[in-house]
């Protein structure tokens, strides 16, 4: 995926750096890795330009429902006769700085996957609310659903259970960037044979205040004390990328390709201070590997995640989002370890 691929161009390319005159060997060879991964991530860009007619965003201040109202007829035109389109719209007055073109391809992509969901017939309803700080967009349709499978994965790029030229796999990716780069949020809910809620949640204007910037920790602050950091991840590359960043900043690296062997090496190695679990992976998951931890014998070990989706979250875990600098890799391990052990070093 292009986060993993993003993260072993930023972390080998930091390690380069750190590597280039104590040992030009190991940065040759991180050099190399950031060729092949900027190679495959370059092949897929050139495959998702061609579906990506955006030249940067043009936020502005928007009546968010007047927006979605001057967009139902081209909405409708999409639509069978015999699929009802029901608009409801109850963010009255309600600003949103948005750029109004990337709210219609949102609300494009979102009624179109609605549409494939149904056999041409039942409802699709888009509604709005305030929410709290924001307003509250809703596409909802009664169409066949998705599994807990399928869920996990939709807003992976390429990811689609559409026939060959039918599905490009791009559309809920899309709208997962775009309502980022809005300041957004999006949460689906879906139950197989019963229909699909997406849910946009955008910030309004009132709300929109600048962010404060957090703290830039210096690198000693970084810095492990020799704790053994267990690394679950199904792409070798970027498992090696994070356990080379850790071994640098001061941690004994374990790894593990997915869940199954999480255990095992648990199994094995009573002195595993953290895991850092990928959240998708094939056979065993982060979360189903979170569970068997709680309910087996590893229940005092942490286990924390890092991922690219939006994917359903892991309950009550930290998640570092993908792409990571080392930097922030090793914050992030740091502060989930301090936070386990707040007395220490004292
Ligand atoms: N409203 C929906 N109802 C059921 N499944 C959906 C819905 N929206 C998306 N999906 C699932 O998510 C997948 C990915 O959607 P998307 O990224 O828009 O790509 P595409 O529509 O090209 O397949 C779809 O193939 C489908 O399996
Ligand atoms: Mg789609």
Known sequence: DFNNLLTIILGG???????LEASPEAAREALLEIEAAAQRGADLVRRLM??????????R??????????????????????????????????????????VEQVLLNLVSNARDATEGEGRIRVRSRLAREGVIVEVVDDGRGMSAETQER????????KEAGQGTGLGLPM??????????????????GEGTTVELWLPTLEANAPEVTPRKPSREDLRGHGETILIVEDDPALSLTASRCLQRFGYVVLTA??????????DAEPDVDLVLSDVVMPG??????????????????????M???????????????????????????????DAREPARGG
């Open 154 to 161: 939709v807003f992976e790029p390429f990811f689609t259970t």
């Open 175 to 192: 709208v997962y960037g775009l309502i980022q780069q809005h300041d957004g949020s999006v949460e689906i809910a879906s139950a197989l």
């Open 61 to 102: 201040p928007l009546a968010i429902d007047e927006t979605i109202s001057g967009f139902v007829p081209t909405l409708r035109r999409l639509l069978p006769e015999s699929l009802a389109l029901e608009v409801e719209l109850q963010a009255t007055d309600a600003q949103v700085l948005a750029d109004p073109v990337a």
């Open 307 to 337: 991922s690219g989706y939006a994917s359903p979250r892991p309950q009550n875990a930290p998640l570092l989002p993908k792409p990571w600098t080392p930097d922030a890799l090793a914050a992030f391990v740091r502060d989930c370890l």
């Open 284 to 305: 065993m998951g982060g979360r189903e590997l979170q569970r068997q931890m709680q309910e087996g014998a590893h229940a005092s070990v942490p286990i924390v995640f």
């Open 50 to 59: 061609s579906f990506s007619r955006r030249g940067g965003l043009r936020r």
């Open 13 to 19: 390319a930091s390690m380069a750096l750190l590597d």
């Open 257 to 266: 390709p997915g869940g199954t062997e999480a255990l095992e090496v648990l």
